[in-house]
């Protein structure tokens, strides 16, 4: 019940959190919490703690806890570092993957179909966030796993704040359209349409303008 419990308030303050309920900078008072949810300042502790993992929050000594704030700058970083990486992914996917690889793919390709459908929005952008991660995996490179998981946490809030339904669904197909030339071995397509997908979900986003620039 513990678990169940935590989840349900790391669930709510996401969904808050994207819902812009909760802007970032946000202080988030444990008491107020715990008092709201019902709960032990115990589990709100917990909760906040996952939140931090995901970098959806920081907590400061002291202070407390506020909903993380992470700049434009960074998202652009991110993504530009992206493009890199997952191009050179996606030759050695080619030249390695067999049928169970792709198999593998297509399974995860399915369960985003049904979160993007019906799922949390939380649950929703991990598993598009995880497409690309599990292509590392699958790979057996784990560096490069660990890698993408650190980038992918770096622009998580501002996917689950800026990216709507649509451009889930969107990301989602192109997933897919990704794995059909992946399956066909068609490396020229398979680099065009990565590319063009990590463009679209960073274009998907609408960012503010970056103060620093």
Request: glycine fraction near 4%; aromatic fraction near 4%; include cysteine.
């Amino acid at each position: 019940m513990e678990t169940t419990t935590t989840g349900f308030i790391v669930e709510a303050i996401t969904a808050a959190i994207v819902d812009h309920q909760l802007t970032p900078g946000a202080k988030l008072a444990e008491q107020k919490l715990a008092d709201q949810f019902g709960v032990s300042r115990t589990l709100i502790r917990q909760a906040l703690f996952q939140l931090s993992r995901n970098r959806l929050i920081h907590m400061e000594p002291a202070r407390g806890a506020f909903v993380a704030a992470p700049s434009v700058t960074e998202a652009r970083q991110v993504f530009a570092v992206r493009r890199m990486l997952e191009a050179g992914m996606v030759r050695a996917f080619i030249a390695a993957a067999n049928p169970e690889h792709i198999d593998a793919l297509r399974q995860h390709i399915a369960e985003e179909q049904n979160a993007v459908h019906g799922g949390t929005i939380s649950n929703r952008t991990e598993l598009l966030g995880d497409f690309h991660v599990r292509m590392a995996q699958l790979l057996g490179n784990e560096v490069l796993a660990l890698m993408l998981m650190d980038l992918l946490s770096r622009c998580s809030l501002i996917t689950l704040m800026y990216q709507s339904s649509d451009s889930a669904a969107h990301s989602h197909e192109e997933h897919a359209a990704l794995v059909d030339a992946l399956e066909a071995r068609d490396e020229t397509l398979a680099l065009r349409l990565m590319d063009e997908h990590l463009q679209h979900v960073e274009a998907g986003l609408s960012l503010p303008p970056d103060e620093s620039t």
